[in-house]
C-alpha cells in the first residue's frame, strides 16, 4: 500500500506540474501556477512530515527532513518551480529505487518465474497434464527434451544431461543415468526421459529453494544502519553553511539554494540499491542470501565455525585401510567382508562393497544384528564383520578412525578402517578466508577429536572442539569472547540448524543438505562447494565497500555543491536539477555492487 500511495504521488506531482506549466506559460496565469504548486509542496511535506514523525518514533533518523525543509524553503521565498523539481525528485526517487532493486533482484525472481507449473503424468497406456502440486510420491512422469524437471525423482529411462544451473550456479550439463536422481527446477537435455517422483512438489530441492528466496524478499534488510552513520552529521552539516550563508548575504533566498543541492538521496537510495545488488551477485554465484542485513555482518565476520562431517569433508565414507593380522592378503580380507555385507543397506557395507575389487562370493544363513554387524557363511566357513565386541573378546589393535572387525571361523582376521574424505576445495577456503581478514577458524564436531583433529590439521584450522552435541555447539559459540565476534557458522546437517540459528551469520551447505538447516541459516550454499564460503565473504565485502562509496560520493558531491551554492552562483532551480544528476551518479554507482570482480 505504501508503494502504490508513493507512486501516486509521483504521478500526482507529473500532472500538477503539466498544468502549471500550462498555467503559466498557455495562460499566462504565473499567480495560478504558484498556488496549485505551493499546495502541493504544502500537502507533500506534510504526510513527508508525518512519515519522518514516525521513522523517529521507531528509533531511526529521519533524513527526509533536509528535503521538508528544502521544499518549504523555496516555497516561502517564491522559488515554486525548484521546489516542484524537488517533489518530482522525492517522490521519484520511490519508483527509481524500485526499478533499481527490480534489476539487481532479477536473478533471485528468475527462480519464481522458473517455478515448474506442468507435468506429465502416466495414466494407463497414456499420459495427461497435470499440475505439479496434484502431483503424489511413485507416480510415473515423462519429461521431454527442454522441459523443467517437475519434482524430485529417480531416473526410469535414459541416459540423458541436465543443466543444473538454476540450483547450484554450475552451467555446466550433468549426465544422468538410469537410476540416478533428479533434481527439480534442473532442466532436461535432449533425450525424452521417464522418472518415478521421490518427493512432492512441496518438498522438493527446487521449491526449497523458491521458499528460501520468497523468505528473503517477506525479510527486508535494515538498511538504514549504514545511513545512519551519516544522516545526523550530513543534515548538521547543510544547516550550518545554509545558515551562514544566509547571514552573511542577508538573503533568506541563499538559504533555499544551499537545501536543495543537499540531496539526501545518496543515504536514502545507495545502501540499500548496494546491497540488493549484492543480494543478487550472491544468487548469481549459488549463494542465497535471505537479507542484506546477513551481507552487513558476514563482512565483519572475524571468526568463522565449521562443522565437520558433510561440510569440510564430502560426509561419505570411503575405505582407508585394510589391515590383516594373519596370513591373510589385504585383498582376500576386503573380499569376504564386503561378501558378507553385499546384501546390507548399512553405509559402511556400501562403502566395503564399493572398495572390493574381487568377485562378491556367496553368502548364505546371513544374519545381520542391528548396530551391531554380520555374521554369513562363505566357503564352509563362519565370517563375522562388525563392531569389535561383535567379532571377538580379545584385546586387539583399534585405529583412531571409524572401522570393522572381521573374524572366520571365530578367530579374529583383522579390520577395515574408512574416513571420511576432506573436501579438495578444504584447505584453499580456508586460505582465501584468512586472506580476507578473517582472524580466528574453528571446528565444532560431534566427531572424536582423534579424527576431528587429524582433519582439521589437514585444512588449517587451528582450533577444535570435538565430540559436541548440538546443545555443546550452541555454547561454543556462546563462550566465544567479544573480540573475536561477529562469528558465522558453517554447516549442513539438521544437528546444525540450532548452531546456524545462533551465531551471527548460519551458513548452510544446503545442496543436498537438510531442510530445518537451511531454513535456520541466514545464507544458503546451493552448489556443494566449499569454496562458496570464501566467495560469500568477498561479495560481502566488496558490497559494503560499494554501499559505504556510493553514500560518501553523493556526499561529497551534495558539499561540494552546497559551498558553491552558498555563493549564489547557482539558482534553486539549477540546483533542484543538480540533485537528479547527484541522485542518478549515486544510483548508477551502487548498481556496481551487481557486479562479479
Not at 248 to 266: G, N, Y
Not at 277 to 306: D, P, Q, W, Y
Not at 466 to 473: F, I, V
Request: hydrophobic share 50%.
Amino acid at each position: 500500500m505504501k508503494r502504490l500511495r508513493q507512486y501516486k504521488e509521483f504521478w500526482a506531482v507529473i500532472t500538477l506540474g503539466v498544468i502549471a506549466l500550462w498555467l503559466q506559460f498557455g495562460m499566462q496565469r504565473a499567480n495560478l501556477a504558484q498556488i496549485l504548486i505551493t499546495a502541493l509542496g504544502l500537502l507533500l511535506a506534510l504526510l513527508m512530515f508525518v512519515e519522518m514523525v514516525q521513522t523517529l518514533r521507531s528509533g531511526k533518523f529521519g533524513i527526509d527532513l533536509l528535503a521538508i525543509t528544502a521544499v518549504l524553503a523555496t516555497l516561502a521565498v517564491g522559488e515554486y518551480w525548484a521546489a516542484l523539481i524537488v517533489l518530482l525528485m522525492l517522490t521519484g526517487g520511490d519508483a527509481l529505487e524500485d526499478f533499481a532493486a527490480r534489476k539487481a533482484n532479477s536473478e533471485l525472481q528468475d527462480l519464481l518465474n522458473n517455478s515448474p507449473q506442468i507435468a506429465h503424468r502416466s495414466v494407463g497406456e497414456s499420459w495427461e497434464d497435470v499440475a505439479v502440486g496434484e502431483i503424489t510420491v511413485g507416480d510415473r512422469l515423462l519429461v521431454k527434451p527442454g522441459e523443467v524437471m517437475p519434482v524430485d525423482g529417480t531416473l526410469l529411462t535414459g541416459p540423458t544431461s541436465v543443466n543444473e544451473s538454476s540450483l547450484t550456479g554450475e552451467a555446466r550439463p550433468v549426465d544422468k543415468q538410469i537410476g540416478m536422481t533428479v533434481m527439480s527446477g534442473s532442466l532436461n537435455g535432449e533425450a525424452a526421459v521417464e522418472l518415478q517422483a521421490d518427493q512432492t512438489a512441496d518438498n522438493s530441492q527446487y521449491q526449497n529453494i523458491v521458499r528460501l528466496v520468497k523468505q528473503a524478499e517477506e525479510r527486508p534488510a535494515k538498511f538504514v544502519r549504514l545511513a545512519d552513520r551519516y544522516a545526523v552529521p550530513f543534515t548538521l552539516l547543510a544547516y550550518v553553511i545554509a545558515g551562514i550563508a544566509w547571514a552573511v548575504s542577508k538573503d533568506p533566498v541563499r538559504f533555499a539554494e544551499v537545501l536543495v543541492v543537499a540531496s539526501p538521496c545518496p543515504l536514502i537510495l545507495a545502501a540499500p540499491i548496494a546491497l540488493i545488488s549484492g543480494m543478487s551477485r550472491a544468487s548469481r554465484n549459488g549463494i542465497i542470501v535471505k537479507n542484506g542485513t546477513t551481507l552487513e555482518k558476514l563482512a565483519k565476520v572475524k571468526t568463522v565455525a565449521f562443522d565437520k562431517t558433510g561440510t569440510i569433508t564430502q560426509g561419505r565414507l570411503v575405505v582407508d585401510q585394510v589391515v590383516p593380522v594373519t596370513a591373510l592378503s589385504n585383498a582376500r580380507l576386503l573380499q569376504l567382508a564386503a561378501s558378507a555385507e553385499q546384501h546390507s543397506g548399512h553405509v559402511l557395507a556400501q562403502s566395503l562393497v564399493a572398495a572390493n575389487q574381487a568377485p562378491l562370493l556367496t553368502a548364505s544363513g546371513v544374519n545381520e544384528t542391528t548396530a551391531q554387524g554380520v555374521d554369513a557363511t562363505i566357503d564352509g566357513q563362519e565370517v563375522r564383520v562388525g563392531k569389535l565386541r561383535f567379532v571377538t573378546d580379545d584385546q586387539v589393535e583399534q585405529p583412531d578412525q571409524t572401522a570393522v572387525y572381521v573374524a572366520i571361523a571365530g578367530i579374529y582376521q583383522g579390520y577395515v578402517s574408512f574416513t571420511d574424505r576432506v573436501r579438495p576445495e578444504a584447505q584453499a577456503t580456508m586460505g582465501n578466508l584468512r586472506q580476507a581478514g578473517v582472524e580466528h577458524l574453528l571446528m565444532i564436531s560431534g566427531d572424536r577429536r582423534p579424527v576431528a583433529e587429524i582433519i582439521a590439521k589437514e585444512v588449517g584450522i587451528d582450533q577444535v572442539h570435538a565430540e559436541c552435541l548440538p546443545a555443546d555447539k550452541i555454547k561454543v559459540l556462546a563462550d566465544l569472547p567479544a573480540d573475536q565476534l561477529p562469528v558465522a557458522m558453517v554447516g549442513d546437517g539438521i544437528n546444525d540448524a540450532p548452531s546456524l540459528a545462533t551465531a551471527d551469520v548460519g551458513i548452510a551447505m544446503g545442496a543436498h543438505g537438510a531442510t530445518a538447516a537451511s531454513e535456520s541459516a541466514d545464507a544458503v550454499v546451493l552448489k556443494d562447494d566449499l569454496t562458496r564460503v570464501s566467495v560469500a565473504r568477498k561479495i560481502a565485502q566488496d558490497t559494503m565497500r560499494v554501499a559505504k562509496q556510493a553514500v560518501l560520493i553523493g556526499i561529497f558531491i551534495c558539499t561540494g555543491l552546497m559551498l558553491i551554492a552558498s555563493f549564489g552562483v547557482i539558482p534553486a532551480i539549477i540546483g533542484a536539477v543538480f540533485q537528479e544528476v547527484v541522485d542518478t551518479v549515486t544510483i548508477l554507482y551502487a548498481l556496481r555492487a551487481r557486479v562479479d570482480r
